[in-house]
């Protein structure tokens, strides 16, 4: 059961869009529509931003949206703001009851 | 308001034992399973395993099997993780989280984890 893969650093001016990617195989990401994103700043828990490959939990601004194609989910962080700045990690279900998460992206706002 | 609360940091050598606490409240403790995740230093988020406090079904992650133990306490709204013999290598940061929907049935996928403890710090240090 490897990490799903996500890259490590991704870095936007303020307004921009970026997408964060979460590349998995067939027995996870592929096989089911149940990955969920989340956020951690420094020093902070996770949190909750996307569920279910595209919803989006009450209270969580409509900037952030997911999908998913093949083996690979994605988040979109659109209007980027200085706030955004944080650890991103994506999971996935993996089978057989477990889950996976991937290895976590670095956004920073330039 | 739906919360889950951990116990504090914790120093330990190798060799001794430790169990950590995650304490649920704002909702049914026995109607979700509740998950453990490892966060070593400066590094990602780890799925070790997870437990249905309403009958004790607790599933761990390979990577974590035999090396950690996952219980639950309904009575007083509590999952537990434990180590018989901490490593250096255990020394991480210790998150609880509820996984989501309530009642989801593990065998038929799905799931998402909220909200999340606060964390408990654990060093492992001679």
């Known amino acids: 059961q490897s990490a799903l893969t996500q890259p490590a650093s991704v870095s936007g001016s303020p307004g921009q869009s970026i997408t964060i990617s979460c590349t998995g195989t067939s027995s996870d990401v592929g096989g089911y529509n149940y990955v969920s994103w989340y956020q951690q700043h420094p020093g902070k828990a996770p949190k909750l931003m996307i569920y279910d490959v595209s919803k989006r939990p009450s209270g969580v601004s409509n900037r952030f949206s997911g999908s998913k194609s093949g083996n690979t989910a994605s988040l979109t962080i659109s209007g980027l703001q200085a706030e955004d700045e944080a650890d991103y990690y994506c999971?996935?279900?993996?089978?057989?009851?477990?889950?996976?998460f991937g290895t976590g992206t670095k956004v920073t706002v330039l | 308001e739906v919360q889950l609360v951990q116990s504090g940091a914790e120093v330990k050598k190798p060799g001794e034992s430790l169990k950590i606490s995650c304490k649920g409240s704002g909702y049914s403790f026995t109607s979700y399973w509740i998950g453990w995740v490892r966060q070593m230093p400066g590094k990602g988020l780890e799925w070790m395993g997870i437990i249905y406090p309403g009958d004790s079904d607790t599933r761990y992650s390979p990577s974590f099997q035999g090396q950690v133990t996952i219980s639950a306490d309904k009575s007083i709204s509590t999952a537990y993780l434990q180590w018989s013999s901490l490593k250096a290598s255990d020394t991480a940061m210790y998150y609880c989280a509820r996984l989501n929907p309530e009642g989801i049935q593990l065998w038929l996928g799905g799931g998402w984890f909220d909200p999340w403890g606060q964390g408990t710090l654990v060093t492992v240090s001679s």
């Open positions: 999971c996935s279900y993996a089978g057989s009851s477990t889950y996976v």
